[in-house]
């Protein structure tokens, strides 16, 4: 007996491959005909394990199907038991049917999510908040999926204020955690964030959206500017300079 498997709109699965299908259908070709075209039955399976819904059908000639409804985040996984004179088939000829190992196939509906976040070198850094790190590779995001992708680039990102003056920073540490770094730039907004669907996981799910991640690139230290005055400011007082007046009022600013 082969066992094949495919989703419901055709398209064929290697054992230990991922689908998003909401149901998957399992094929067992037999190598010739049973004596009893309906010995063959759903207990003589193997299994089938995580199969909601199983449904066992003869399709014609040597082919029978189990439609099976998708239980997510699971194997779902068939084999054929070995015939005995309790289980399983015989051909014409009265053999035993030989067993088939279990074909599986990994179930996945869930869309994937990333979280952003943000470091520099005085730890982690909220968003909103500043950073007054200057200089290169100042700002670190991370960027954490929520399971393992293939298809996740620097350019899948929504971003304006992050510039390198050398290299992209762009670097993939796992399957599931990118980071990007980005040069100091004073006054600047580093924005980060993600548009729907840019990235999937093993089984073709989109991932979902998600929103700014906001740092700002502060790298210039306060100044204050001293006045004084003796008129309310109507006029200015210069350092080193005099006054006649009881009352000098100074301002810092």
């Known amino acids: 007996t082969t066992i094949t498997a495919a989703t419901t709109g055709g398209t064929s699965l290697s054992t ?17 005909m049973p004596a009893d075209l309906t010995a063959f039955a ?13 449904l066992f059908q003869y ?4 082919k029978y199907t189990l439609q099976c409804n998708s239980k997510d985040s699971a194997a779902v996984s068939v084999g054929v038991q070995q015939g005995t004179s309790s289980v399983g ?14 074909f599986t196939v990994n179930s996945d509906v869930t869309v994937p999510t990333v979280t952003i976040t943000a470091s520099d070198s005085g730890g982690s850094r909220l968003s909103g908040v500043s950073s007054k790190i200057t200089g290169a590779a100042a700002v670190t995001f991370t ?11 620097k350019g899948d990102l929504t971003q304006a204020g992050c510039a390198q003056a050398s290299g992209t920073g762009w670097t993939a540490t796992s399957a599931t955690v990118y980071k990007l770094e980005c040069d100091a730039a004073d006054g600047t907004d580093m924005v980060m964030s993600l548009a729907a669907g840019v990235l999937t996981d093993a089984a073709g799910n989109p991932n979902a959206a998600v929103s700014k991640f906001l740092i700002s690139s502060d790298t210039s230290a306060p100044t204050v500017t001293i006045t004084a005055s003796d ?11 005099y006054s006649n007046k009881n009352t000098i009022t100074w301002k810092f600013a």
């Open 16 to 32: 230990g491959d991922y689908t998003n299908s909401p149901k998957i259908i399992f094929t067992f070709t037999l190598n010739e």
């Open 42 to 54: 759903l207990a003589d399976l193997d299994g089938p394990n995580n199969c909601d819904d199983p």
């Open 59 to 62: 399709q014609g000639h040597m």
């Open 89 to 102: 088939w015989t051909d014409v000829g009265g053999n035993y049917n030989n067993p088939a190992s279990a």
């Open 143 to 153: 960027f954490t999926v929520s399971e393992a992708t293939t298809d996740f680039v």
């Open 231 to 241: 008129d309310s400011f109507a006029n200015t007082i210069s350092t080193g300079g």
